[in-house]
Each structure stands twice: as structure tokens, then as C-alpha cells.
């Protein structure tokens, strides 16, 4: 690699992926396992070793893009910081409260999570404002100092802010805001978090945002100062939720918005090779370590969401099935995320049914097969033993393996208890983790009214391409693309993103009623909150591009859906806005009510800079390996045993190959099972075609 040099870098459970780009598009990469302890450190490490083997010094890198799970895994294992909440009197249970929606019906046992700020850490101050910018009732700061001042003898150490109608008229947040600075580190706002109307879904927002500071600005912390101790003094950014950069800094004062830092890189990846291969319509599915994410790419665009619930059974943005985790009300990539990773434990439950995940080995001490301690089957130590995964070692031998342990730990917790051949255990597994996956791909198609045969499977992540095809067949998709280097797919990602921040305002009128020099007037402060805030990190006008958007609904509808607002629309607003609406509702939901009043809710805008240089990756020189046969081993297909070629991908080079094959790289295998070919292009990404 020459030159100047960008670092993308995306930490995982399991994994930390990096990824290093020139000015001409030259891609280097390393994959090493995760540090628990301190997730920045494998990164900061294994980009100091990359420099030392190439022989750089540590200021040729002039940007580090992050993409961390920090965040998410925080509140799944519930380890965020102790948090207070402060709100209007006679409010303190609205997080108790939530909405009166249950994603298992018909399931009495069923327990919604417990809030993250227990009752006796919520305080009411004696306050209210009008939805309208009226005061009910003046603040009553000796109310507000004395609750926090209890909150601060109960050990918080982060607190929420959260006041009735603030994002209609802030003035009192902001005052009680200031007070509570002057006692603790890190408060949340919610009229800075999320200035939308809805009490509940406002609160739960902002008191995740406050969760997770402590955690995240301790971490982001901690990645700069290591990176300063190896002289690497590059900014840092960090991927959002909804697919774009921001600063460290921004990251770390708000970081409700990087939940889903890490997958949303992958779908980013997907979207650019889309466009380069001409494929507007795509599913992406990620399977990582510790779970697996899908999302939906449909005529070239990326699906984004007003909303996610994270910390459930399954972490989605579902119009469907809604109350079973946490609700975070920031656009994000419309991703489904299930605990069935290739470190996810295999096990039996009281019943005697297997399940897969979605507790993890994660990197320490990982799965049975890496030989470091695990001792429980996973789903990796399944796919070890059906000869999906080189016996010897991964990783082009940095990871050896332990086919022994794995098969070991196998027969003493799955075939044994159940009965099974070691063979038909490892294979039920295989299978109980794509059930699991298949649900996740039907919550963002079938469930949002896409027929999954309509689009073509982009598999990556480390386990992704090992499991695609039997997964495609499940759900009748028959094209599957395996990018170069599929296990560090993501980490492209975060080379390929722009710098991107959503700025919002509740604007609340029926379309009947539109006024365009209040509409337009809102905008221009929404674009001005735009520009000053990306020049304070140093774009200049010339390198902004902004997007108006609107938030719809139907009258008496408790949700919106997002338009884009272009400039065409400006003459004839009103009917342009409530017919594009009334489009994108029936295409998501089936049906639009003619003749039904449509209101606005929210006006937003895009913001999206780009600063650094952008160099494409080249595609076509990132296929690693000579065109050969590396050899041949036993894989389990059909019921049995089987001798399979294993390839390359530079083997692949030519006509169609038909199945059973393996191709192993450093960072992935693909499992090409009988009834598929396989096939690589000149750009060097990978065609599986299912050929009955």
C-alpha cells in the first residue's frame, strides 16, 4: 500500500476486522479476535502491527472509521451505567407504562424487559408545558435541585431529562439541564435527543441515550488515547445506526444514535457492491460471531426506519410485532438481528427441543474448536465437524483448530442427551441456526410485504457464505453473491460511508392546511443547525449535500412514514407529499385510504459531508489466491458423507462450477451444496446460482 492511508475498523463480539485503504483503492486487511477486557485494544494493536509489517509510519493513516457494538451489547447484557430520570410530575411511569403492545400474544408467560431506570431512581419535577408553546405551570427549581440532589445520593452517575411537550417549548428542560451538569458527567436531554412529540417513545429514547454514555465515552476515550500512545493522531469517526459518520465527539455526546454501529457498515458495503454489479434488489445477510443481521436493499436504496427495539428475542424495526425490547426512536437501517452467530452456544432446553444461541462464546473463550478453554458446542464447532471448515486452522493459519474438542463437546451436550449420530447432531444444529436466521429475513420482507424471490442474497461476515445457500433454498432464492473478502465485509463498509447527521423539528399540521413559508422556514433552521455544525468539523459548504425529508401519517395514525420532500415538490406540495405518501403506504402495507386526511408530523434534514478522499475499492484485485485445486475432504450433504472439492476463489475462475464444493479464504468458507454452481466474475465477487 502507498501513500496516504484510511482505517476501517469494525469490532465485534467475536472478531475485530480491519481494514486499511489507499488513494488508489488498494486494500489491505487483518482479522483478529477481540480483547473483552478493552475492545479498542485489538484494533489499536492490530493497526500498529500492520504499519510495523508494512513498514509505515503512523501518520500516513489521515482517518479512522469505527464500527463498534459497545453500545448494543451494553444493553443486551445489561452492564450500561446506573441512570436517574427526571420528569413532569405525575409522569414517572411512562417507562413502566410503554405502549399497550405484547409480541407474543398469546403467550401468558411472556415478561416485558425491566425498565432501564427502576422506579426508585425516577424524580417529577414540579413542572408543564402546553403542546402549543403555552406554560401550564412555571418550573419549580427547588423541586428540581432537590431531586437531584437525591439522585446523586443514590449513586447515578447518568441522568435523563425528560419533560412533558419539551420538544414544542425546551426552556425548561434546558434550565434543569444546566443545574444537573454542574453534579453529574453525563445528562441526556430530550428535546437535544429526540425533539418529537410522544411522551413514551421520547423518554425511553433519552434514557438509553443516558445508559449508554457513560460506557461509550469511556470507550471512545480509551480508542483515542491508545491510538496517541502508538503516534497514530488521526481523526476518529464512528458509523450511526442509520448508515453515516460522525466525530468521535458527536458519537460520544450522543451516542443513542450508534446502537447499531456495526451492522449498518455491512449494509452500506452491500449497497456500493450493488451499484457495481448492477443489482438493485438485494437481502444482506450478516452472520457474524455472535449473531446474524439481514436487511433489504430495494431499487438501489438502503430501508431506513423511524424506529428499533433492541435488547428482545429478535432486535428489529417490525411494523408487526413491537414491545418485546427496548424502543430507540432514531432512523436507523432496517436491520433484524438474531443471536445465532457462529459462536452461539447450541443447546437443549427443559422441553428437549435443541436451540441455537443466543447467549455466545464470544472471543474468550470462544468455541469448543479454537482450543482456548471453550468447552460448549457452538454453531462453528457443528460446521467443523459436517467438513464445512478446514479441520487444520483459519484465518490462513493464525487460527488453529481443534476438531477433537469440537466434536467432543458436541456428543457430550447434543448427540448423546438426544440420541443422535455425531453427524445428524451437527447437522440439526446447522439447520436449528438457519430456522433462527430465516426468521430474521422474514421480518424485513415478508412481514413488509417483499417477496424474498424477488431479490438476490448478498451473504458476508465470517459464518455468512457457510450457511447462504442452504438458508436461500429455505426461503426459494435462487442467486446468492459472496463478495471479496465476505468475513470483513463490513469493515468495507465503514471505508465507503459518508459523513452523515439527521437534524429534526415536530411540526404538527394537516396537508390540508400547509403552510410553505412556515414549512420553509423551519427547514432553513434545520439546514442552518446543519452547516454549523459540520463546519465545526471542518467541512465546508462546498462539501455538503443536504435532504429534506417528512414524517406522514393519516389522521388518528399512531405512526408516520418518512417522504423525501425534493425540490419538485415545492409548487405543488400538498398533493405531491399525500400522493407519494399514499404510494409508499400501500406498498408497505397494502392499502391507502383515499380520501383520508394526511397530516405532517416531523420535518427533517439529511445532512451528509464528504472531507476525506473517497477512492473506490478495487473490486477486481481483492479475489486473494492462485488459480488451483487446494484439495478435497469428507462435508456432510445430503444425509451423508461426501468427498468435496475445496477451492479458492481464483479457482473459480470460467464456467459455472456446479456443487458440492468448498472455497476457503482467509476470512470465510463458502459451502456450495449439490443442486448449486458457483462462479466467479471478473470484478472477483462470487455468483451462487441454484440449478436443481
Same mark, same amino acid.
Given at each position: ?5 484510511r ?5 465485534g463480539g ?29 484494533m489499536v ?18 482517518a ?28 414517572k411511569?411512562?417507562l ?18 425491566e ?44 441522568v ?13 428542560e ?13 445528562v ?32 471512545l476515550?480509551n ?13 476518529? !469517526?464512528?458509523?450511526?445506526? +442509520? #448508515?453515516? $459518520? &460522525?466525530?468521535?465527539? @458527536?458519537?460520544?455526546?450522543?451516542? *443513542? /444514535? ?55 428475542d429478535?432486535?428489529?424495526?417490525? !411494523?408487526?410485532?413491537?414491545? +418485546? #425490547?427496548? $424502543? &430507540?426512536?432514531?432512523? @436507523?437501517?432496517?436491520?433484524?438481528? *438474531? /443471536? ?20 455466545s ?16 458446542p457452538?454453531?462453528?464447532?457443528a460446521?467443523l ?14 487460527l ?7 466434536a467432543?463437546?458436541?456428543d ?5 442427551p ?131 425529508l ?12 418518512t ?20 404510494r ?24 451528509r ?63 456450495v ?15 451462487l446460482?441454484?440449478?436443481?
Amino acid at each position: 500500500m502507498d501513500g496516504r492511508i484510511r482505517v476501517g475498523g469494525d469490532v465485534g463480539g467475536t472478531f475485530t476486522d480491519i481494514m486499511f485503504i489507499d488513494e488508489r483503492g488498494t486494500i489491505g486487511v487483518r482479522k483478529v479476535l477481540s480483547t473483552p477486557d478493552d475492545y479498542s485494544r485489538a484494533m489499536v494493536e492490530g493497526v500498529a502491527k500492520h504499519l510495523a509489517e508494512q513498514g509505515q509510519n503512523p501518520d500516513v493513516v489521515i482517518a479512522i472509521e469505527h464500527g463498534t457494538t459497545v453500545a448494543t451489547n451494553a444493553i443486551l447484557e445489561r452492564r450500561g451505567g446506573r441512570v436517574g430520570l427526571l420528569t413532569t410530575k405525575g409522569f414517572k411511569d411512562v417507562l413502566e407504562i410503554r405502549r399497550v403492545r405484547l409480541p407474543k400474544l398469546y403467550d401468558i408467560t411472556w415478561k416485558k424487559p425491566e425498565p432501564l431506570v427502576p422506579r426508585h431512581l425516577r424524580r417529577e419535577v414540579d413542572e408543564r408545558m402546553g403542546a402549543f408553546h403555552r406554560m401550564v405551570k412555571p418550573l419549580d427549581e427547588d423541586s428540581a435541585r432537590t431531586a437531584i440532589e437525591d439522585l446523586k445520593n443514590q449513586g447515578v452517575e447518568a441522568v435523563a431529562i425528560c419533560f412533558l411537550h419539551s420538544y414544542a417549548d425546551p426552556a425548561h428542560e434546558r434550565v434543569v439541564a444546566e443545574m444537573a451538569r454542574d453534579t453529574f458527567e453525563y445528562v441526556s436531554v430530550s428535546s437535544d435527543v429526540l425533539p418529537e412529540m410522544r411522551e413514551y417513545e421520547r423518554t425511553a429514547t433519552t434514557v438509553l441515550d443516558a445508559y449508554v454514555k457513560p460506557l461509550v465515552s469511556r470507550y471512545l476515550g480509551n480508542l483515542e488515547l491508545n491510538f496517541d500512545m502508538q503516534g497514530v493522531t488521526a481523526p476518529i !469517526r464512528v458509523m450511526q445506526s +442509520g #448508515g453515516g $459518520l &460522525i466525530s468521535a465527539a @458527536a458519537a460520544a455526546e450522543r451516542p *443513542v /444514535g450508534i446502537i447499531e454501529s456495526g451492522p449498518a457498515a455491512g449494509v452500506i458495503a452491500a449497497a456500493a457492491a450493488g451499484q457495481i454489479l448492477g443489482l438493485s434488489n438485494l437481502i444482506t445477510f450478516d452472520m457474524g460471531g455472535t449473531t446474524a443481521k439481514t436487511s433489504v436493499i430495494e431499487d438501489g436504496a438502503i430501508t431506513l426506519s423511524a424506529e428499533y427495539e433492541v435488547g428482545g428475542d429478535l432486535s428489529q424495526a417490525s !411494523r408487526l410485532i413491537k414491545g +418485546g #425490547g427496548h $424502543l &430507540i426512536r432514531i432512523p @436507523a437501517i432496517n436491520i433484524s438481528e *438474531v /443471536g445465532a452467530g457462529g459462536g452461539s452456544l447450541a443447546w437443549i432446553d427443559a422441553g428437549g427441543i435443541p436451540r441455537v444461541g443466543p447467549r455466545s462464546a464470544g472471543a474468550d473463550p470462544g468455541p469448543a474448536c479454537y482450543g482456548l478453554g471453550g468447552d460448549q458446542p457452538t454453531v462453528t464447532d457443528a460446521n467443523l465437524v459436517l467438513g464445512y471448515l478446514n479441520p487444520e486452522a483459519l484465518l490462513g493459519g493464525d487460527l488453529p483448530m481443534d476438531a477433537a474438542a469440537a466434536a467432543e463437546a458436541l456428543d457430550r451436550h447434543i448427540a448423546t442427551p438426544l440420541g443422535l449420530p455425531r453427524l445428524e447432531a451437527a447437522a440439526g444444529v446447522h439447520r436449528v441456526a438457519n430456522a433462527t436466521m430465516q426468521r430474521a429475513i422474514r421480518s424485513v420482507t415478508i412481514e413488509r410485504g417483499r417477496d424474498p424471490r424477488d431479490f438476490v442474497l448478498i451473504a458476508f461476515g465470517g459464518s455468512g457464505p457457510v450457511h447462504a445457500a442452504h438458508l436461500a433454498q429455505s426461503l426459494e432464492v435462487r442467486r446468492i453473491v459472496i463478495p471479496p473478502f465476505p468475513g470483513m465485509f463490513s469493515a468495507l463498509g465503514l471505508l465507503v460511508a459518508d459523513v452523515e447527521r439527521l437534524f429534526m423539528a415536530s411540526h404538527l399540521c394537516r396537508l390540508d392546511d400547509y403552510d410553505q413559508a412556515s414549512i420553509e422556514s423551519s427547514f432553513a433552521e434545520l439546514e442552518r443547525q446543519a452547516r454549523d455544525a459540520f463546519q465545526r468539523e471542518g467541512f465546508v459548504d462546498q462539501d455538503l449535500s443536504l435532504e429534506r425529508l417528512v414524517d406522514l401519517r393519516y389522521r388518528r395514525q399512531i405512526h408516520e412514514m418518512t417522504i423525501p420532500f425534493s425540490q419538485s415538490m415545492l409548487e405543488t406540495a400538498r398533493e405531491a407529499l399525500g400522493e407519494a405518501f399514499r404510494r409508499e403506504h400501500k406498498h408497505t402495507y397494502g392499502y391507502a385510504i383515499d380520501g383520508e386526511p394526511v397530516e405532517i408530523v416531523t420535518l427533517k434534514v439529511w445532512a451528509r459531508g464528504l472531507g476525506n478522499w473517497r477512492s473506490p475499492p478495487a473490486w477486481d484485485r481483492m479475489a486473494t489466491g492462485v488459480s488451483a485445486l487446494t484439495g478435497q475432504r469428507a462435508a456432510y450433504f445430503a444425509g451423508g458423507e461426501v468427498d468435496v472439492p475445496v477451492l479458492n476463489r481464483a479457482s473459480l475462475e470460467g464456467p459455472p462450477r456446479p456443487g458440492p464444493i468448498i472455497v476457503e479464504e482467509y476470512d470465510s468458507t463458502v459451502v456450495v451444496p449439490p443442486d448449486w454452481t458457483a462462479q466467479r466474475d471478473q470484478t472477483g465477487f462470487i455468483f451462487l446460482e441454484y440449478a436443481p
